[in-house]
Protein backbone atom coordinates (compact mmCIF):
# COMPACT_ATOMS: atom_id res chain seq x y z
CA UNK A 1 0.00 0.00 0.00
CA UNK A 2 1.05 3.53 -0.92
CA UNK A 3 0.18 6.80 1.07
CA UNK A 4 -1.25 8.77 -1.09
CA UNK A 5 -1.09 12.97 -0.60
CA UNK A 6 -1.94 15.76 -2.30
CA UNK A 7 -1.65 16.29 -5.84
CA UNK A 8 -0.39 19.67 -6.91
CA UNK A 9 -3.76 20.01 -9.18
CA UNK A 10 -6.06 19.04 -5.89
CA UNK A 11 -3.69 21.53 -3.63
CA UNK A 12 -4.11 24.29 -6.24
CA UNK A 13 -7.91 23.73 -6.80
CA UNK A 14 -8.90 23.83 -2.92
CA UNK A 15 -7.07 26.91 -2.46
CA UNK A 16 -8.89 28.29 -5.12
CA UNK A 17 -12.15 27.22 -4.26
CA UNK A 18 -10.79 28.59 -0.42
CA UNK A 19 -10.18 31.92 -1.55
CA UNK A 20 -13.38 32.27 -3.65
CA UNK A 21 -15.21 31.52 -0.51
CA UNK A 22 -13.48 33.78 1.81
CA UNK A 23 -13.58 36.65 -1.00
CA UNK A 24 -17.59 35.81 -1.16
CA UNK A 25 -17.20 36.44 2.91
CA UNK A 26 -15.18 39.22 2.72
CA UNK A 27 -17.73 40.80 0.03
CA UNK A 28 -20.51 40.11 2.34
CA UNK A 29 -19.00 41.41 5.32
CA UNK A 30 -18.22 44.51 3.38
CA UNK A 31 -21.95 45.25 2.58
CA UNK A 32 -22.97 44.42 5.48
CA UNK A 33 -21.05 47.21 7.16
CA UNK A 34 -22.09 49.73 4.72
CA UNK A 35 -25.72 49.29 5.40
CA UNK A 36 -25.17 49.04 9.26
CA UNK A 37 -22.79 52.43 8.64
CA UNK A 38 -25.69 53.70 6.20
CA UNK A 39 -28.47 52.62 8.68
CA UNK A 40 -26.81 54.55 11.87
CA UNK A 41 -26.72 57.55 9.53
CA UNK A 42 -29.91 57.57 8.67
CA UNK A 43 -31.35 56.67 12.42
CA UNK A 44 -29.37 59.99 13.34
CA UNK A 45 -30.53 62.02 10.68
CA UNK A 46 -34.30 61.18 11.91
CA UNK A 47 -33.26 61.45 15.39
CA UNK A 48 -31.90 64.97 14.59
CA UNK A 49 -35.08 65.91 12.68
CA UNK A 50 -37.60 64.72 15.47
CA UNK A 51 -35.31 66.61 17.80
CA UNK A 52 -35.62 69.63 15.63
CA UNK A 53 -39.11 69.70 15.38
CA UNK A 54 -39.72 69.36 19.17
CA UNK A 55 -37.45 72.41 19.43
CA UNK A 56 -40.00 74.19 16.99
CA UNK A 57 -43.14 73.16 18.46
CA UNK A 58 -41.34 74.24 22.29
CA UNK A 59 -40.59 77.84 20.78
CA UNK A 60 -43.91 77.97 19.05
CA UNK A 61 -45.26 77.60 22.42
CA UNK A 62 -44.37 80.77 23.73
CA UNK A 63 -45.12 82.72 20.56
CA UNK A 64 -47.02 85.95 21.31
CA UNK A 65 -48.02 86.00 17.66
CA UNK A 66 -47.84 84.30 14.87
CA UNK A 67 -47.14 86.44 11.50
CA UNK A 68 -48.54 85.37 8.01
CA UNK A 69 -46.58 83.41 6.34
CA UNK A 70 -44.38 83.38 3.15
CA UNK A 71 -44.43 80.25 1.06
CA UNK A 72 -41.70 77.85 2.84
CA UNK A 73 -41.65 80.05 5.91
CA UNK A 74 -43.57 79.77 9.33
CA UNK A 75 -42.65 83.43 11.04
CA UNK A 76 -43.96 84.49 14.63
CA UNK A 77 -42.89 87.00 17.58
CA UNK A 78 -41.49 86.00 20.65
CA UNK A 79 -40.85 87.49 23.90
CA UNK A 80 -36.75 88.00 23.75
CA UNK A 81 -35.21 85.85 26.36
CA UNK A 82 -32.76 88.52 26.82
CA UNK A 83 -34.90 91.33 28.28
CA UNK A 84 -36.19 91.25 31.51
CA UNK A 85 -38.93 93.87 31.38
CA UNK A 86 -42.44 93.34 33.36
CA UNK A 87 -44.81 91.37 31.11
CA UNK A 88 -47.58 94.82 31.98
CA UNK A 89 -45.86 98.15 30.86
CA UNK A 90 -46.01 99.77 33.02
CA UNK A 91 -46.06 97.72 36.02
CA UNK A 92 -49.87 97.94 37.75
CA UNK A 93 -49.75 95.23 40.68
CA UNK A 94 -53.52 95.79 41.54
CA UNK A 95 -54.49 94.08 38.07
CA UNK A 96 -54.25 90.21 38.20
CA UNK A 97 -53.15 88.62 34.93
CA UNK A 98 -56.74 86.60 35.33
CA UNK A 99 -58.52 86.10 31.70
CA UNK A 100 -61.47 85.61 32.81
CA UNK A 101 -64.12 88.34 31.56
CA UNK A 102 -66.24 88.00 35.13
CA UNK A 103 -63.61 87.01 37.64
CA UNK A 104 -62.61 90.18 39.96
CA UNK A 105 -59.35 92.00 39.26
CA UNK A 106 -58.95 90.67 35.78
CA UNK A 107 -58.05 92.47 32.76
CA UNK A 108 -60.83 94.54 31.41
CA UNK A 109 -60.72 95.69 27.71
CA UNK A 110 -60.27 99.49 28.62
CA UNK A 111 -56.90 98.73 30.73
CA UNK A 112 -53.88 99.33 29.22
CA UNK A 113 -51.81 96.62 27.90
CA UNK A 114 -48.89 96.50 26.36
CA UNK A 115 -47.45 92.87 26.51
CA UNK A 116 -44.08 94.07 24.95
CA UNK A 117 -42.44 97.23 23.01
CA UNK A 118 -40.83 95.79 19.92
CA UNK A 119 -37.34 95.94 21.37
CA UNK A 120 -38.57 93.21 23.70
CA UNK A 121 -39.83 90.83 21.06
CA UNK A 122 -37.92 88.60 18.72
CA UNK A 123 -39.48 87.25 15.37
CA UNK A 124 -38.41 83.77 14.92
CA UNK A 125 -38.80 82.31 11.27
CA UNK A 126 -37.77 78.44 10.06
CA UNK A 127 -36.91 78.12 6.75
CA UNK A 128 -35.52 75.80 3.81
CA UNK A 129 -32.52 76.57 1.71
CA UNK A 130 -29.80 73.78 0.26
CA UNK A 131 -31.07 71.13 2.42
CA UNK A 132 -31.07 72.86 5.48
CA UNK A 133 -34.08 73.90 8.05
CA UNK A 134 -32.76 77.19 9.29
CA UNK A 135 -33.67 79.22 12.31
CA UNK A 136 -33.56 83.02 11.79
CA UNK A 137 -33.81 85.37 14.86
CA UNK A 138 -34.43 88.74 14.32
CA UNK A 139 -34.15 92.02 16.73
CA UNK A 140 -34.28 95.55 16.23
CA UNK A 141 -31.04 96.00 14.58
CA UNK A 142 -29.52 92.38 14.41
CA UNK A 143 -30.62 88.60 13.04
CA UNK A 144 -28.60 85.35 13.35
CA UNK A 145 -29.42 82.41 11.22
CA UNK A 146 -28.75 79.41 12.28
CA UNK A 147 -29.28 75.55 11.18
CA UNK A 148 -32.13 73.38 12.87
CA UNK A 149 -31.82 70.54 10.15
CA UNK A 150 -29.29 69.00 8.01
CA UNK A 151 -29.59 66.98 4.81
CA UNK A 152 -33.21 67.29 4.79
CA UNK A 153 -35.39 66.89 1.31
CA UNK A 154 -38.02 70.06 2.33
CA UNK A 155 -39.77 71.66 4.64
CA UNK A 156 -43.19 73.25 4.16
CA UNK A 157 -46.05 74.52 6.74
CA UNK A 158 -49.53 73.76 6.36
CA UNK A 159 -52.74 73.73 8.04
CA UNK A 160 -55.48 70.99 8.91
CA UNK A 161 -58.74 71.29 8.76
CA UNK A 162 -59.44 72.33 12.82
CA UNK A 163 -57.06 75.25 11.93
CA UNK A 164 -54.24 74.11 13.11
CA UNK A 165 -50.71 74.59 12.18
CA UNK A 166 -47.89 71.80 11.43
CA UNK A 167 -44.30 72.06 10.05
CA UNK A 168 -43.15 69.10 8.39
CA UNK A 169 -39.49 67.98 7.27
CA UNK A 170 -38.89 65.21 4.67
CA UNK A 171 -36.03 63.28 4.53
CA UNK A 172 -34.55 60.27 2.60
CA UNK A 173 -34.22 57.33 4.73
CA UNK A 174 -33.64 53.69 3.47
CA UNK A 175 -34.78 54.86 0.13
CA UNK A 176 -37.68 56.42 1.07
CA UNK A 177 -39.02 60.12 1.62
CA UNK A 178 -40.26 60.56 5.08
CA UNK A 179 -42.23 63.46 5.90
CA UNK A 180 -42.19 63.97 9.51
CA UNK A 181 -44.37 66.66 11.24
CA UNK A 182 -45.46 68.36 14.29
CA UNK A 183 -48.65 70.08 15.31
CA UNK A 184 -47.89 73.73 17.02
CA UNK A 185 -49.65 76.43 18.25
CA UNK A 186 -48.86 79.11 20.98
CA UNK A 187 -50.08 78.37 24.70
CA UNK A 188 -50.17 82.26 25.20
CA UNK A 189 -53.20 83.84 24.72
Same mark, same amino acid.
Given at each position: ?????????????????????????? *???????????????????????????????????????????????????????????????????????????????????????????? *??????????????????????????? *????????????????????????????????????????????
Amino acid at each position: MRNRGFSLAETLITLALLAGALGVMA *SLMASMNRLHRNSDEEEQRLALVLHGLEMMRAEVEEATQILPTVSGQYRFTKINPSTDTLIQSPAQPQIRLVYAADAPGALAPEDTWNARGS *SDLVTISYSFDQGNVLRTASIPGSQST *SVLCEKANGFRVYQDAWGVDHLEISVMTGGLLRAISAAVGSKLP
